[in-house]
Structure formats: C-alpha cells, structure tokens
C-alpha cells in the first residue's frame, strides 16, 4: 500500500499513516537505512495519522531528542463514550498490566504521564438512530441501552504531554470514557456495539508540531480525519 506524504525533504519524511498498518521496520522499508528504519515514534495499528520517519542519522538523534524533552507537540482526536464537558487533565502513571501483560494501566510504581483532554462536541445517537443500528434488538435489550446511555458519546482533543504505549486509550478508560471501537480498553461487549457503526478504534493522530531537525524552524503538520472515521461521525448526526 502507497504511503501518503504530507512533507519531506533531505532531512525527514512526514507520512499519513492509514489504519490496518504495523509500524515495524521489519515489515516496512522505507528505504531508510538506519536504526529503526529511520522511526521517530510509532503509531498503533489500528490509529491512523501523522507519522515521522528521519532520513539522516543526525535527524533521528535531533528528534529523538526533541520527543524526550517534550518539545514535539502532537493532537489527537478520539471519539469516546459518555459526555465529557470541560477540559480534563489526567496526571496517571503508566505500566503494564499485571493480569494481561498485552494491556497497560495507571499504576503508582508506572512511568509518568500526563494527557490533556479537551472536548470538542458532544453528540448523541437518537432512539431512531439506535433502532436502525441495532435493527435485531428487541425491547429488552433497546432498554439496557438506554439505561447503559450506550448513544452518548464527545468528540475529543487529546493532548499527550508524554509518550507511554498506549498512553490517551489508557487515560481514557481511566476517567471512564473510553475511546469508540477500543477493541482492548472498552470493554468486548461495548467494542461489539461499537463495530456495528465505526469499522475501527476512533484515534487519529491529527496534528504535530516540532523544531526541523536541520532549520529549527518550528513546523506544524496536519492529518485530515479519514473516510472511515468521518463516516462514523455522520453516522452519530444521522447524516449517513
């Protein structure tokens, strides 16, 4: 699969990842020969959105270095459950899950993290909208969505000030409002009904900003929401 290119030059290359795609050098060739294939960071599978690759070994180190003293800004959107009204700081130390060591979570002798979460939109599925969703459901099983409030959902901004695997899924599950079709953090039941409407996990990576690793001029990159992720939020305003 074609990789778009937002930005390159002779110093680095600035991809749109789409979903579907593991970032593994192994797997990938850039045509990069260096450590890591020239990866700055990394992106999870199924998240789409911006990703830096360095084209020189003087590059990697300058970004590396800007990553790790948390000069890089990076903006995520999420769609997640529940209504989440104002900005939300999230300061909750991060390491592996003792009982699935596939999943991470807060714990008190993790690494520091920190996530800023600022709501865009709120939004909510209508009872018409939930029955042509669930078109097999019947009364019973209509109510417990109801009562579960399964049809509201925000629209987010998220912030990571830091950069721990997993990082804005973990966050959010944590303050309860756990990103849309999060096949790991929300729940297999929740992710089942999820997929009904949104074909993946609603996380894109949408914007990032840095010094040029050559320049220093400061560079602010953008990342359009992709079709399937559009498509679901039409599908929450009734629109598709």
């Known amino acids: ?11 680095l290359l600035v991809l ?11 797997q990938i060739d850039f045509g990069i020969q260096l450590p890591r294939g020239g990866l700055v960071h990394r ?6 959105g911006i990703l830096l690759v360095a084209k020189t070994q003087a590059a990697l180190e300058n970004l590396q270095y800007q990553f790790k003293e948390r000069i890089v800004n990076k903006e995520y959107i999420a769609l997640v459950h529940g209504l989440l009204e104002q900005l939300v700081k999230v300061e909750g130390a991060i390491g592996r899950n003792p009982g699935d060591r596939e999943k991470f979570t807060v714990l008190a002798d993790g690494k520091e993290a920190v996530t800023e979460f600022q709501p865009i939109k709120s939004l909510q599925f209508t009872v018409n909208r939930l029955q042509e969703i669930f078109p097999d459901f019947n ?20 912030l990571p000030r830091t950069g721990r695997t997993h990082q ?8 309860n409002h756990p990103i849309v079709a999060d096949d790991k953090y929300a729940g297999r ?5 999820d997929k009904r409407w949104c074909p993946r996990i609603f996380l894109h990576a949408a914007k990032i900003g840095f010094n040029h690793p050559a320049t220093g001029e ?7 929401l992709p079709e399937d992720l559009k498509k679901a939020f039409e599908r929450i305003k009734g629109k598709a």
């Open 139 to 158: 009364k019973i099983q209509m109510r417990k969505l109801e009562r579960q409030k399964y049809g509201e959902f925000t629209l987010l901004r998220c």
């Open 16 to 26: 749109d990842k789409p979903p579907g795609l593991v970032v593994d050098p192994d």
């Open 1 to 11: 699969m074609p990789l778009k290119i937002i930005f390159q030059d002779d110093h």
């Open 43 to 48: 992106l999870d599978k199924d998240t789409s």
């Open 218 to 224: 400061w560079m602010e990159l953008e990342s359009e």
């Open 189 to 193: 039941k929740i992710c089942r009904l």
């Open 168 to 175: 804005i899924r973990v966050h959010l599950k944590y303050i």
